[in-house]
């Protein structure tokens, strides 16, 4: 019985920090197009500060997912976006 509810706390842990490390990606991305949007080199640079920030807090917590994890590439394929706009918005500055 304890077993299973360790299991079942485990399984809702892992769905989670699935979901927070998606929503700072989303995040990071609507950064980055805000920051391409703007005109404001103020504005521009404070989020891509915050894309930044949250681009390292999503890669904190991936770290947590083993390559056989079954929502890892979701995770990849979103940081891959991040980091590219990143990279095209800093060559920008």
Do not use: W
């Amino acid at each position: 019985m304890l077993e299973r509810e360790h299991q079942l706390l485990r399984e809702c842990a892992d769905a989670l920090r699935f979901e927070f490390i998606v929503l700072e990606l989303k995040l990071g991305i609507t950064f980055c197009e805000v920051a391409a949007c703007t005109r404001d080199a103020d504005r521009s640079r404070r989020n891509i500060t915050l894309a930044e920030d949250a681009c390292s807090s999503a890669k904190h917590f991936f770290g947590a997912y083993s390559d056989g994890y079954p929502m890892r590439r979701t995770l990849e394929a979103k940081l891959f976006e991040l980091e590219s706009l990143l990279r095209k918005l800093q060559r920008r500055r």
